[in-house]
């Protein structure tokens, strides 16, 4: 019994710091968004002004510059969720600024049983110890690959990313050389996939590592 209270304090703890950090980094790319938009009046007088005096090249190399800030800043996923989104494309931002090549195809499907929150915590610890694996990596060798999406009657999401030397496992858990956080991260995505009635799986080799989930979908028949 105090075994279990320790360990539900630890989790609750643990899912608050994690919340904390995923909120923090939505709100820089938010940030980021709301500059832009704030400078948009200006660069529209600026290329008003170059065009008034027939500088029509000047005007096409701002053009294309300014494409390539919002690029950075612009939501390129679009899951169905708000709360999903911003959590996904803040990862992606992240994957982006430390070189680390992705590709990525996200849509949860109607019946998706699972909360945003519980998404988020999947999705946030996935992508944080797919973007770490990466960092240790030689830039040519980096990878991840994101999907989400509908398979026959159930949610199904897929990343796998690039990695180094294969991880030990003990028991049903990874040996993790970044510490505590990683193993235990894993262990709260499974136990928030068992609680829908899913199917968690994380396989590690050398060079790659992979994690799948499989959740029942509510389908019109279920209500």
Known sequence: M????????????????????YCGEVESMYRKMRGWRHDYHNHIQAMQA??????????????????????????????????????LNSKLNIAAQNEIPVNAKAKIPDGTPVSDIDLCVIIGNLLDNAIEENRRLDQQSRFIRVYMGKKNTQFYLLVTNAAGKKHAKSGSHF??????????????VESIVKKYDGYFSA??????????????LFLSSDF
């Open 175 to 188: 040996v993790s050389s970044k510490g505590v956080d990683c193993g235990f991260g894993l262990s709260r």
């Open 50 to 87: 170059s065009m008034a005096l027939g500088r029509y090249d000047e005007v096409n190399r701002y053009l294309s510059d300014l494409n390539d800030d919002l690029t950075t800043v612009d939501t390129v996923i679009k899951t169905g969720r708000v709360m999903v989104d911003a959590i």
């Open 203 to 216: 396989d590690s080799e050398d060079g790659g590592f992979t994690a799948e989930i499989l959740i029942p």
């Open 2 to 21: 105090i075994l279990d209270k320790l360990i539900n304090k630890r989790i609750e703890r643990y899912q608050s710091e994690l919340l904390q950090k």
